[in-house]
């Protein structure tokens, strides 16, 4: 075992407070778990830069593309997501996190995230990239 066997441990801990979170939320909403996971994706596909497509959104949640379509039209309903006609190409759709989806969960994750922000702040560049490949590399397949 080695001298930071003890990261791994706080990489569970952090891993199971951010489940909790995202039950709570989940219930405090009426969603779904995958409702949930599909709100991160399409927020993360932004960060990103990439498309935020219905395929794009089934590949990263291994959903078939009725069942995307299910969840899509479902979040849609609830004022979560929103559709646009993608600029590149017209006959395919992007899909959006509405502001209200973002400032809700902005509000709810505040408390968790804050801290973890405040936290990176102040790592120096070092630092910063040495967290960024030990959270790349322990997450990687």
């Given at each position: 075992m080695s001298d930071n066997e003890h990261l791994v441990h706080e990489l569970r801990a952090?891993?199971?407070r951010f489940h909790r979170a995202m039950a709570a939320f989940a219930t405090e909403n009426a969603l779904g778990e995958t409702d949930v996971r599909a709100l991160v994706?399409?927020?993360d596909l932004e960060?990103?830069?990439l498309p935020a497509t219905p395929g794009a959104l089934a590949a990263e949640l291994s959903l078939s593309s009725a069942a995307c379509t299910a969840l899509v039209d479902r979040m849609a309903a609830a004022g979560l997501v929103g559709r646009s006609p993608d600029?590149?190409?017209r006959r395919r759709v992007r899909l959006v996190v509405t502001d209200g989806a973002k400032?809700?969960?902005e509000e709810f994750f505040a408390g968790l995230l804050g801290p973890i922000r405040a936290a990176a702040a102040r790592l120096d560049p070092v630092e910063a990239a040495a967290v960024s490949r030990f959270l790349a590399s322990a997450v990687s397949p």
């Open positions: 952090a891993t199971v994706a399409l927020l960060r990103d830069g600029p590149a190409d400032r809700l969960g």
